[in-house]
């Protein structure tokens, strides 16, 4: 006997039998999105080979360039999910409206929400991408190509999650009871469940965060990236590792995997702007996933999953990663962010030993 390993088909099936009431379209939408991300992940695998590296010549509704890979990706996503009649609409980073699911097909219940390729600036250096994917359900009498349909906070998330094209490919999703983690054998062409119960480390000595923006942060998050960089002689009394990927999606991994924190704060850009990362399919996202491994995701002032959208694009200051180092990094939002921050910050050093060591 072969050993034999779950794959993601049983795993989905496995957990809809567990689930009271559960009709299977949820099943087949999840299915769906797995194809897209094999798809996905055959394109960008193929490297410089399928002729995609390069600028598409156009800007999505963000005014960001797109790449070839991102409009592929794109219309990968839409047709792998457009046709299964699970789905009440759709809705991308790359598109300025939802999705309308064309009169051809069956409409369903569910909203799916994505980036189709996360980092995409990446792709012609050959670092990690991937893909975030987020569904709702969509209210009842609400069409689902009404954009007021997809305003939900991110606690409303009946499933979430992101595939990265690295080295192997990985999917990686939530259902709301905790993450699992699937790897693609590419040569049988389904993922096996080999990362059960995925959990974010309480504590890191790793922090992410764009430093070339330093001069725009607000004090909370200077003062927290300072006590990090004095090391084990500075308050915190241990030396920290930074990294930086520029890639959402593989910062998120590499937390989920060993641990750390990582910080795309709000700054005073364009008078105190929101953020640069998409509260509803990016942020949301992976904030869920974080969440249910134990960790935690914030705008910096309280929990990314409260927030109420406004808007399909609206953006968000994000900080996620090992709980007490988030919470630490809301406590000086809350409580230290309307004082300039003057350095060197260790005045104060006192303070912050009684009141945050731990
Ligand atoms: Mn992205
Ligand atoms: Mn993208």
């Known amino acids: 006997m072969p050993r034999r390993e779950t794959t993601l088909t049983e795993f989905i099936i496995g957990e809809q039998r567990k689930a009271a009431g559960a009709t299977g379209g949820f099943t087949a939408a999840l299915n769906d999105i797995r194809l897209a991300c094999k798809r996905i992940a055959y394109q960008v ?10 600028r598409a010549g156009s800007r999505n509704v963000q005014g960001e360039e797109q790449q070839k890979l991102d409009v592929l990706a794109n219309e990968i996503f839409l047709a792998t999910n457009e046709w299964g009649g699970h789905l009440a609409g759709m809705a991308s980073e790359e598109m300025e409206h939802p999705y309308r699911i064309p009169d051809a097909y069956p409409r369903g219940k569910y909203l799916l929400l994505f980036d189709p390729l996360d980092g995409s600036s990446n792709i012609d250096v050959n670092v990690s991408v991937g893909s975030i994917f987020s569904v709702l359900a ?46 693609l054998d590419r040569e049988i062409g389904e993922f096996i469940y080999t990362h059960p119960d995925l959990r974010v480390p309480e504590d890191t000595s790793e922090f992410a965060i764009n430093t070339s923006n330093s001069r725009f942060w607000e004090p909370a998050v200077k003062r927290y ?37 990582f910080l795309y704060p709000r700054d005073t850009r364009e008078n105190g702007r929101a953020g640069r990362l998409r509260l ?45 180092e988030v919470e630490r990094i809301e406590t000086y939002h809350r409580d230290f962010n309307e004082r300039p921050y003057d350095a060197p910050l260790f005045g104060a050093r006192g303070l912050f030993r009684t009141a945050h060591r731990g």
Not at 250 to 257: G, K, V, Y
Request: charged share 20%; glycine share 18%; aromatic share 8%.
């Open 45 to 54: 695998g193929k490297g410089a080979l399928a002729g995609l590296h390069g």
């Open 138 to 183: 969509c209210p009842e009498g609400v069409p689902g190509d009404a954009e007021r349909a997809y305003l939900q906070p991110g606690t409303k998330q009946v499933c979430a999650g992101y595939a990265i094209y690295g080295p192997s490919t990985m999917l990686v999703f939530t259902f709301g009871r905790g993450v699992h983690g699937f790897t």
């Open 225 to 261: 990236v300072d006590e990090c960089m004095a090391g084990r002689s500075g308050p915190r009394g241990k030396d920290f590792n930074t990294r930086w990927v520029a890639s959402l999606v593989a910062e998120a991994h590499r937390i989920l995997m060993r641990g750390g924190v």
């Open 280 to 324: 509803l399919y990016e942020a949301n996202p992976i904030g869920l996933v974080i969440e249910q491994a134990g960790g935690r995701a914030s705008t910096g002032y309280g929990a990314v999953l409260e927030v109420e959208p406004q808007a399909l694009h609206e953006k968000t200051g994000f900080v996620f990663g090992a709980r007490r």
